[in-house]
């Protein structure tokens, strides 16, 4: 074996050195890149529909409904709640609507109190919705209210994943 392909001892120290920091660099970055990308990671179950009430129920009146669903974060499985607004339009088709403000995430209520009627409220910068939840313009919410999947089976509302609708 030449002088060339021989590992010097101070070679072989940078390298043994480079390897264990490297190592351990990778240990404390994951954990940081894990936390990072954890919403991206977090997400209902797939396609999955949940029974939240019997079409009985629903009037041209918005009522909210408190339901569960299911959350898988990587192997982890849990439920976190969520509500609904939800309502028969004019047409006999059911509206369910998210909540959330889209301004800032406050919740939303329909018609309090002292307030405009046939119109849903946030309390936080005094935000205004349509009865279709349909941002008025003037207030601080820049899109309407996000719109929950559905289906009616055996006299159930189903809702699925909430989405986003174009702005006002
Ligand atoms: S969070 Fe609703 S108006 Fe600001």
Not at 1 to 27: E, H, I, P
Not at 75 to 80: I, R, V
Not at 91 to 117: D, F, K, Y
Request: proline share 6%.
């Amino acid at each position: 074996m030449s002088d060339k392909s021989r590992v010097s001892r101070r070679q072989f120290l940078n390298y043994t050195l480079t390897g264990v920091g490297g190592f351990m660099a990778a240990g404390m970055l994951a954990p940081m890149v894990r936390f990072a990308v954890d919403p991206l990671l977090k997400e209902t179950a797939e396609g999955e529909f949940v029974a939240v009430t019997s079409i009985d129920e629903i009037t041209n009146e918005p009522k909210r409904f408190d339901f569960k669903v299911k959350v898988v974060d990587a192997w982890y499985e849990s439920e976190e709640a969520r509500s609904a607004w939800v309502f028969r339009q004019d047409n006999g088709e059911i509206l369910a609507m998210s909540p959330v403000c889209t301004h800032l995430g406050c919740t939303v209520n329909w018609a309090p109190e002292g307030r405009p009627q046939n119109e849903f409220f946030c309390p936080c910068h005094d935000g205004r919705y349509e009865k279709n939840g349909v941002n008025i313009k003037g207030t601080p919410p820049t899109r309407p209210l996000d719109v929950y999947d559905h289906k009616v089976e055996d006299g159930k509302l189903y809702l699925g994943k909430a989405k986003v609708r174009e702005g006002a």
